[in-house]
């Protein structure tokens, strides 16, 4: 098993739909835990931390539920310059980043 | 403010040769971490380096080593290359710790 796991993409929505990511973590010591968005052929860029409470920032909301490690990632009102690939990302004990593999998103007009 | 640099953006080397990576990390920054982006994968985590000192290394063989400079910048060296090592190296620098990491813009290795 992986130690992070997110949902398989590509994800292909029209211009102004609601759509969620996922992802699973195996690690149940992890402390932090992020989002970064990667554009092709670019390095990954920070969109959000997550934290257990829960954070918004604009369009996007991400949730953090330790019980069932799981992290989301909620983005409303797509636009077609949020098309790229999100990552997963936990940072477990003993400084190790774990990233996820990615998911695919392509936001069309 | 000058973000993350890596040297060189692109390089083209052959099986069992040698590569250096260099990175400088964000103003403020003390902390270096390196990662390998195969195509159409998630970054890998090499290391990380802090305080001069390799902290926390990832499931990479002894031929990939590093080093941390005062100044805080870093290299990645690679020894006796291999076809699979082809990939986007990554440096990510972050402040006291391994919190919000700011990556560079990669260097793209491609092994013939």
């Not at chain 2, 003390?30 to 982006?37: A, F, G, L, P, R």
């Not at chain 2, 006291?96 to 793209?108: A, L, V």
Request: proline residues 5%.
């Amino acid at each position: 098993r992986k130690e992070v796991e997110q949902d398989p993409g590509p994800f292909n929505v029209p211009e102004g739909a609601t759509v969620a990511f996922n992802c699973t973590y195996s690690n149940s010591a992890s402390q932090s835990f992020f989002w970064y968005r990667q554009d092709c052929r670019k390095e990954p860029k920070l969109l959000m931390s997550v934290y257990s409470s829960g954070n918004e920032d604009g369009r996007f909301t991400a949730q953090l539920n330790r019980a069932s490690q799981y992290i989301s990632l909620l983005i409303r009102d797509s636009k077609l310059s949020d098309s790229a690939t999100y990552l997963c990302v936990v940072h477990t004990g003993g400084f190790k980043t774990i990233f996820g593999a990615g998911t695919r998103l392509f936001v069309k007009a | 403010d000058a973000g993350v640099t890596q040297s060189p953006t692109h390089l083209i080397k052959t099986r069992g040769q040698q590569v250096t990576l260099r990175c400088s990390p964000k103003s403020g920054h003390d902390t270096v971490s390196w990662y390998q982006q195969a195509l159409g994968q998630g970054p890998q985590f090499i290391f990380q380096y802090y305080e001069e000192e390799e902290r926390q290394r990832g499931n990479f063989p002894d031929r990939f080593s590093g080093h941390q400079f005062p100044n805080y910048s870093s290299e990645l060296n690679v020894n006796a290359l291999l076809l699979g090592d082809s990939a986007l190296y990554l440096c990510a620098s972050s402040s006291r710790g391994w919190n919000e990491q700011f990556f560079g813009p990669g260097t793209r290795l491609t092994v013939l």
